[in-house]
C-alpha cells in the first residue's frame, strides 16, 4: 500500500541552525514527490516538488530536497532557519492517475519551532 | 488572481445538523478535492472529482456527500451521520499533467465546529 511517513512529530531548531526533515515513501511505481508548508489556520503552500531528473530539487524560500530512490527518502533542507519558517511541513507522494485518481497522499506533518 | 476560496471561514453547528462547505476555484482546473486535517493525523482524503458530473470516494467518506455540477464548484455537505466533524476541511485543485499526479492548490480551509 502507498504510504508516506514523516517519523519526526516535531522539531525545534535555533534561528540560524541548519534544518532537515525527512520523509519516506512507499509506492508501487515512479513517485511524484511534494512539500508543502501550512502556517497555523492556513491552507497548504507548495514549496517544491520531484517528477524527474535531477534528484535535488531547489524551492521557494530557499528550500531544497534530495530524492533518494534507492533509499525511499524525500528529505528537505534548509541551510539557515529563519523565525519565519515556524510551521507545519507535509512531505506527499502521487504517481499515475489511473485508478489512484491523481490524489495525493500526505504524511502526519512534521511542527517545526525556530528559537531565537 | 486566480485561486480557492473556502466559505465560510469558522462554521459551528449543533449535534444532527448537517452543514455544506462551500469551494469554489477559478484557476480553470479539472480535478477537486476534499480533505480533512486533525492534530496529528495529516490530511485525509475525504472525496475527489476529476470531471464535471462525476465524483469518487475517498479514504473517509462515510458521513460525507459531495456535488460537482460545475468545473468551478465542489461543495462537501456534512451530515448528521458523521459521528466526529469537528475538524478543518481543506478544498483543493490540480491540473494534472497527463496522465500524471499533478500539485494539489489549496484554499485556506474551513474550521467545523460542532457544540
Known amino acids: 500500500a502507498q504510504s508516506v511517513t514523516q517519523p519526526d512529530i516535531h522539531i525545534t531548531v535555533s534561528e540560524g541552525a541548519s534544518l532537515e526533515l525527512r520523509c519516506n515513501y512507499s509506492y508501487g511505481a515512479t513517485p511524484y514527490l511534494f512539500w508543502y508548508v501550512q502556517s497555523p489556520g492556513q491552507g497548504l503552500q507548495l514549496l517544491l516538488k520531484y517528477f524527474s531528473g535531477d534528484t535535488l530539487v531547489q524551492g521557494i524560500k530557499g528550500f531544497e530536497a534530495e530524492f533518494k530512490r534507492s533509499q525511499s527518502s524525500f528529505n528537505l533542507r534548509k541551510p539557515s532557519v529563519h523565525w519565519s519558517d515556524a510551521a507545519e511541513y507535509f512531505c506527499?507522494?502521487?504517481?499515475?492517475?489511473?485508478?489512484?485518481?491523481?490524489?495525493?497522499?500526505f504524511g502526519q506533518g512534521t511542527e517545526l519551532s525556530v528559537k531565537p | 488572481d486566480g485561486g480557492i476560496t473556502q466559505s465560510p471561514k469558522y462554521l459551528f453547528r449543533k449535534e444532527g445538523q448537517n452543514v455544506t462547505l462551500s469551494c469554489e476555484q477559478n484557476?480553470?482546473?479539472?480535478?477537486m478535492y476534499w480533505y480533512r486535517q486533525d492534530p496529528g493525523q495529516g490530511l485525509r482524503l475525504i472525496y475527489y472529482?476529476?470531471?464535471?458530473?462525476?465524483?469518487q470516494k475517498g479514504d473517509i467518506a462515510e458521513g460525507y456527500s459531495v456535488s460537482r455540477e460545475k468545473k468551478e464548484s465542489f461543495p462537501l455537505t456534512v451530515t448528521s451521520a458523521q459521528k466526529n466533524p469537528t475538524a478543518f476541511y481543506l478544498c483543493a485543485s490540480s491540473t494534472p499533467p497527463g496522465l500524471h499526479t499533478g500539485e494539489l492548490f489549496f484554499g485556506e480551509g474551513s474550521r467545523l465546529t460542532v457544540l
Open positions: 484557476l480553470n482546473h479539472d480535478a
Open positions: 472529482s476529476q470531471i464535471v458530473n462525476d465524483f
Open positions: 506527499a507522494v502521487g504517481g499515475l492517475r489511473g485508478n489512484q485518481g491523481g490524489k495525493l497522499i
